[in-house]
């Protein structure tokens, strides 16, 4: 396990400071600029993020930085923003310090033009470049007929500023790491701590430039990855980057995150590993044991019928939001709707058992009940997706409860105790599709 590392510092010769770190020792190294919002000091927090961090770690020596303006680096004045140059000079700054000669720059969004300015500036040091949902020109001309139009740049740059700090921006940046209002919240606090509203002159900066004429002088491999339903860069931009990059490789990717490091970062990982190593991973199967729960609501057809499709459609958004922040809270994981109910999974029955009671609590003043079952095994652990005999158990037991029961096999009794969770024997029963007798327990309050 790659531990998080410690922030570093360096002079820029423009004047202020870099923050920096470097994690891994793999044999290439990879230059990774951080765009606002996602902060070096507090990404490490984030597990998703961490666990993508450590896997490019574990065949990369990284180098992350806070590019000038945000995060723990020194901050601009917003009435004299620099030209793109000085944050490509940044790079040499920061490559100097964590003494690489040659490196892989990765980036995404913003820092993908001073990256495509820097590895057609400085080809030597650059040995391959990697441009994750980025543009060479966001305004829409003759040529770009699918950037923004200039007529709505200034409304956007202002729906920027007044959103920074909410959360909002995250939430448009990278969807899949805002599902429940405490998610929501911490962000906000990310956005805050990585920069202040006024920073959005810097993004303007960076829209208003046009590296469309430096594409055709990168000479270092490059890989051009787009997730085809980003709200943010839409996917033509990167098709304009591998076209006019010489010998770029395109790859179109499903999903609506900008952000590198959110949705399905496996398969981005994937791309990039096999990019950097020339060896594209084998998908196997990881298998870990974890206590799998699925929840129900109770009659949701007959809640639909009375309620009709709009009120039922906000009911399950709230029932959503719930069981997300209670996941969050007990550290569980979601793995995915079942339309109205949940999977999910915990690192504890314990803990698995508390949050699916806060669930079942909190759901009541919406006029629902969910009932749920709980088994702990191995399960085999496949992208984002769990599969396996425990999941299956897990269905079966939760099939057998009755409204606001949660059910839990033999197997979880046996692992809580002295957690101080009390039972009641529900006796045994056969469970379809599975050998012999299984002993089920209610959880009491």
Known sequence: M????????????????????????GPVDVVL???????????????????????????????????????????????RIPAIQTWMDDI???????????????SWSL????????????????????????????????????????????????????????????????????????????????????ATPDMVVIPRAFMESDATSVL????????????????YIRPEHSRYLADRIPGARLVELEGNDNFIFAGNTSEVLDEIEAFL???????????????VVFTDIVGSTEHAKRLGDHRWKETLTDYDEVVHRELDRFRGHCVRSTGDGTLATFDGPARAIEAT???????????????????TGEIEVRGDDVAGLAVHIAARVSGQ???GEVLVSRTVTDLVVGSGIDFEDRGDHQLKGLPGVWRLFAALD
């Open 357 to 375: 009671r806060a669930i079942r609590e909190a759901v009541k003043v919406f006029g629902i009940e969910v009932r749920a079952g709980l088994h």
């Open 277 to 291: 190593t020339g060896v594209r991973p084998v998908p196997v199967l990881d298998r870990v044991l974890a206590t």
């Open 33 to 79: 600029p951080m765009n606002g919002g996602f902060a070096i000091d507090l990404i490490w927090e984030e597990p998703t993020i961490a666990a993508s961090l450590r896997r490019l770690a574990t065949f990369s020596r990284v180098i992350a930085f806070d590019p000038r303006g945000f995060g723990s680096s020194s901050r601009v004045d917003p009435q």
């Open 92 to 106: 040499t700054t920061v490559m100097d310090a964590a003494v690489s000669e040659q490196a892989c720059l990765i």
């Open 401 to 403: 409860a009755l409204a």
């Open 111 to 194: 820092s993908a033009l001073s990256v495509m300015l820097f590895a057609a500036t400085y080809p030597r040091r650059v040995s391959g470049m990697v441009a994750v949902n980025a543009f060479a020109r966001f305004l829409r001309n003759d040529e770009c007929t699918w950037g923004m139009p200039k007529d709505q740049f200034l409304v956007y740059l202002v729906a920027i500023e007044e959103a920074w700090g909410t959360g909002e921006v995250t939430r448009v940046l990278a969807p899949s790491l805002i599902r429940s209002e405490d998610a929501l919240h911490r962000w906000a606090r990310v956005e805050r701590l990585s």
């Open 216 to 231: 055709a002088a990168i000479q270092a491999p490059a890989l051009v990855i787009s997730r085809k339903a980003d709200r």
């Open 2 to 25: 790659v531990r998080a590392p410690e922030t570093q510092y360096v002079p820029a010769p423009e004047g202020g400071y870099l923050a920096y770190q470097v994690v891994g020792e």
